[in-house]
């Protein structure tokens, strides 16, 4: 008899169940999802053209995590919120389990106990819609072996996510002279066309510097000796680098990496169009709109706004606690601040009455972002606005919307 658990009813197959927890362990890595063989069989439903699989796949999932909400005005702490609860820290915002169980205020054991039910009955939602659209296809197994993270998707994890506001023609220059040596060696000759003024972007310099880096390797190693045109234009709230070049004869795709690191960075994957022996590659690389700064012990918080705000013409920094916090907020000036209050060493009321207490950061709109809901007293320190955690997408963007700044 194969090894399987009994889940809402449904006989599962221990397999499927572990599969469906890699996904909610990827749920915000696109490129892995993409590749996921689940992603395969969710492409065939017609209702879901004009998605990528990946994001057909998350949303699926995410689908079947709200279908175990316990609905509004209930106790964050209740224990029948708690499996939903879990499951969101976690898996959507990020949390460790430690942090997980913390702010819900049982065992590190319970926790565990809690999340591999919250896994199973995820996996029992999405089984009769994986086998129906297995079934319809004819296909063989939906269960094949969980696709591994890459070298470079794991190097990625290990690095901080600090992004600040940078010149995206000294980035472009940068990876320029990184690769001129190569490009001299097979004959390339690189044209660069820059803006005069500065293109000013916020984001990781690190995973930008390679993604751009990366970009051009790959082009000048694909193309014939001769010109190759490196261009960068600002384009109102986009930035446009465009890299022309004539492709020589058994030239590869552009490949993973590039769409890895664009993807890390929140930047809408390359369009590469080829034609008569031509190659061109365009990155459009978000500049301008406003930005947003995230105080909040929990790491993952800033990631998980970006993925929700991805599309909208938001930059998202992170400060991890509130001493960087004030700093980050007196030298750059975001439009708006979202704040914890359950913070170690200075707590986010104390934030709060300093950003208020100073003439450069008074004026900051302050969104108090905690599992402590007191609008009251946020209103009476001088915020602008309230959420309750967890958070979804619309809420931020409602409050957002408040704010007149979607």
Known sequence: MSDSRV??????????????????EHLHDFPYLLTHPFAEAILRAPERLGESSGQQLRR???????????????????????????????????????EAANELNISLRQAYRDLRHGEESVAALLWPRMRQDEASAGS???????????????????????????????????????????????GVQCQVDMPAQPVMVVTDQVVAQQALVSLLSHAIQDAVPGQLSLRLKANGTT??????????????PLGTTVAQLADRLHWP?????????????????????ATILVIDDNEGLGDLFSRYL???????????NGPDGLDIAR????DVI?????????DGWEVLQTLRAEPSTAGIPVIVCSVIDDPQLAQSLGASSSLTKPVGRDDILRVLHALHLT
Do not use: W
């Open 269 to 289: 994957l390359p369009q590469v169009t080829e034609g008569e022996g031509i190659r061109e590659v365009l990155l459009r690389i978000p500049v301008g709109g």
């Open 331 to 334: 030298q750059l000036h975001p």
């Open 60 to 98: 699926e999932v995410m689908q079947a995590v709200e279908a175990l909400s316990p609905g509004p005005g209930i106790c964050f702490r209740a224990p029948h919120a708690r499996i939903y609860n879990l499951l969101h820290l976690h898996y959507v915002e990020g949390m460790t389990i430690q």
């Open 140 to 186: 063989g197994s939906v269960l094949p072996e969980p696709t591994q993270a890459s070298a470079l998707e794991e190097e990625m994890q290990r690095l901080d996510k600090r992004s600040f506001a940078i010149n995206l023609c000294q980035l472009v220059l940068r990876a320029h002279k990184a690769v001129d040596r190569l490009a001299v060696s097979l």
């Open 7 to 24: 889940v809402a009813d449904a006989t599962l197959p221990c397999a499927f169940v572990e599969q469906v927890q890699h996904i909610l």
């Open 239 to 252: 930035a446009l680098l465009t890299v022309r070049h004539h492709l020589r004869e058994g030239a590869a």
């Open 338 to 346: 979202v704040l914890d209050v359950m913070m170690p060493d200075l």
């Open 310 to 320: 991805a599309g909208h013409p938001f930059h998202v920094i992170q400060a991890n």
